[in-house]
């Protein structure tokens, strides 16, 4: 979160791996126009065209050969780099070695957010976090569908969960060109819930409907008030061998150690800590329609059941391209819902029973009012004088009449709530209008520009130790030195 610490070792490993994505989205973009010069200089080398004359198809021969060598040459550029991003992430995953000097290693996997073992530098009750208009609003509409193999087997349920989450992680699904980091969230979770339907279900197949969005609005510091004595421990903490004295009790060690510090070559590497300063935000959302086997499916004649499987698989994929197509169209995102919602409801032809599963993360969407929610909720704020004494208590005493109001009350209420249960009893809990309403609610949130989203990105503020010590010595010495990092 904002604020949070960030250890220096995954800083600069976050660091290295954006600077090999740089590099490998380089290398695709400069292949991409390799490739679209070299179809137009083919067609100047092969054309029987008047204008183009001998020598100038000749010269397109040879340009031709050119540019399949610098294709060639791109190509291993861009194995090289992608060998080198996975080495690297590899090796971030892996936990130190004990003794090992981790702030020189791109190891990370022993750090997450919860092993600074310090709390955030940040003054709260001095600082303020305002959203601001910074980024960008981008959304991108998926629908795929992705089949069951060897249906009934053992384990086939993990393995179409795992087919479930590569799907989610492809990049066909992302706005910013990578798989994000809640991108990745969300297909684990969607894994999850798929092996949890086909541990009850044999799954024939699952219809994916995704909304992937970036937000415009930024998390940030309004004002910012960085407290001395936090800055200080957060420090110490980071670093056991170059821990900063106490300013007052040990006042000699620390006029030393911030001369020293001031004659230190700015030019070499040294030790840092980080904090989270600005969040970009994104959300995602996930509609599972998993369409499974029920007893109908498995007591058909085999020859029918593979005949409507086949049938199903081809409606399948004749809605998913005209869903696809309208998720490319500028302003169809309700096409596309609409022809998620015809895809739900083609199972029931097929002799398949359907489950719903929804993943959200970073935005919650708003479904349809629960109708014994709304029921109680009426019940709650009704006026009882609303109901009368009936014409046959007229005439009773006060008690006595207002003993067959309550009576009349109880009786209605009760009457209602039990019809309300009745009918619930009788529907899911998801179902494909709820689960459409959910993206509608999902895509207007998006268009809005709201204030929402999970962190997809982050800026930090570095402090060196100078830096920590400067703050320390306007507290405690009045040296006047002044905090050498802008927050």
Request: aromatic fraction near 6%; charged fraction near 25%; charge should be negative.
């Amino acid at each position: 979160g904002l604020g949070s610490w960030i250890p220096q070792p995954v800083v600069e490993s976050m660091r290295k791996e954006a600077e090999r994505r740089v590099e490998i989205m380089t290398l695709e973009a400069v292949e991409a126009e390799a490739r679209s010069a070299e179809r137009e200089i083919r067609l100047i080398a092969d054309s029987d065209d008047a204008a183009n004359d001998k020598e100038t198809r000749a010269e397109a021969h040879v340009m031709l050969q050119e540019i399949r060598q610098s294709r060639r040459d791109m190509m291993k550029k861009k194995m090289t780099a992608v060998k080198g991003w996975l080495n690297h992430l590899v090796d971030s995953a892996k936990p130190a070695a004990d003794g090992e000097k981790t702030k020189d290693s791109s190891a990370t996997g022993k750090f997450t957010t919860f092993g600074s073992r310090h709390q955030s530098p940040v003054d709260w009750t001095k600082s303020s976090i305002k959203p601001e208009d910074r980024a960008f609003d981008s959304l991108n509409i998926g629908v795929h569908y992705v089949r069951a193999e060897n249906m009934g087997q053992e384990g086939a349920g993990e393995l179409h969960a795992s087919r479930v989450g590569r799907e989610l992680k492809s990049e066909d699904h992302s706005v910013t060109g990578r798989v994000t980091n809640v991108q990745r969230e969300a297909a684990r979770l969607a894994a999850d819930k798929t092996v949890k339907t086909a541990a009850h279900h044999d799954i024939a197949g699952t219809l994916l409907v995704t909304a992937f969005a970036t937000h415009r609005m930024v998390k940030q510091f309004g004002n910012v008030d960085i407290d001395a004595d936090k800055l200080w421990g957060g420090w110490n903490a980071h670093y056991d061998d170059d821990k900063i004295p106490d300013p007052l009790n040990q006042h000699e060690s620390f006029k030393k150690a911030i001369e020293v510090e001031k004659k230190r070559d700015v030019t070499k590497p040294r030790n840092q800590v980080c904090m989270v300063s600005e969040l970009f935000m994104g959300s995602v959302l996930v509609g599972m329609v998993h369409f499974v086997t029920n007893a109908t499916t498995v007591t058909k004649n085999q020859q029918d059941a593979t005949r409507l499987s086949q049938k199903f698989d081809d409606d399948i994929a004749d809605n998913v391209r005209q869903a696809q197509k309208a998720a490319t169209q500028v302003g169809s995102t309700s096409i596309a819902l609409e022809e998620a919602r015809k895809m739900a409801k083609l199972g029931s032809s097929a002799g398949l029973d359907v489950q719903f599963d929804l993943v959200s993360i970073g935005y919650i969407p708003k479904l349809a009012t629960d109708p014994m929610q709304q029921a109680i909720s009426q019940f709650a704020t009704f006026d009882p004088a609303q109901f009368k004494v009936p014409s046959m208590m007229a005439d009773a005493p006060g008690i006595a009449g207002l003993a067959a109001v309550q009576s009349n009350m109880a009786a209605v209420i009760d009457a209602t709530v039990t019809a309300i249960s009745k009918e619930q009893a009788s529907k899911d809990v998801l179902s494909d209008k709820s689960l459409m309403d959910a993206f509608t609610d999902f895509t207007d949130a998006a268009k809005r520009g709201d204030a929402i989203g999970a962190p997809i990105g982050m800026n930090i503020v570095d402090f060196n130790k100078l830096d920590v010590m400067s703050t320390l010595a306007n507290k405690y010495l009045n040296t006047g030195i002044k905090l050498g990092v802008d927050v």
